[in-house]
Nanobody, 123 residues
Framework: EVQLVESGGGLVQAGGSLRLSCAAS????????IGWFRQAPGKEREAVSC????????YIADSVKGRFTISSDNAKNTVYLQMNSLKPEDTAVYYC????????????????WGKGTPVTVSS
């Protein structure tokens, strides 16, 4: 069974940095993609960034462009989200998700989900 485990969330002051990790196991899909999504209280879940396992193609949301960077270590089946210059608006539960076949980066297109790691940015 596919398993996705997030780590690295926590409390940080505005302007600070966090690095989230997503450890994936139980899959061998060559054309898969892994993405980061977030959901704040009372808001819809939204895409933050996705990366293709095969060619490294990335998507990054406009709201975090220039501040967040997604990367992957395929040998370790781990995807990272480096978050810099954090803002209070970034406060949310961050989820890692996987799609078997890489495509559009949106919540409805993902096949498996982790349980999430909370990120709180204080002003």
């Amino acid at each position: 069974e596919v398993q996705l485990v997030e780590s690295g969330g926590g409390l940080v002051q505005a302007g600070g940095s966090l690095r989230l990790s997503c450890a994936a196991s139980g899959f061998t899909f060559a054309d898969s993609a892994i993405g980061w999504f977030r959901q704040a209280p009372g808001k819809e879940r939204e895409a933050v960034s996705c990366i293709s396992r095969s060619d490294g193609h990335t998507y990054i949301a406009d709201s975090v462009k220039g501040r967040f960077t997604i990367s992957s270590d395929n040998a370790k089946n781990t995807v990272y989200l480096q978050m810099n210059s954090l803002k209070p608006e970034d406060t949310a539960v961050y989820y890692c998700a996987l799609t078997v076949v890489a495509g559009a980066c949106y919540p409805g297109g993902m096949d498996y989900w982790g349980k999430g790691t909370p990120v709180t940015v204080s002003s």
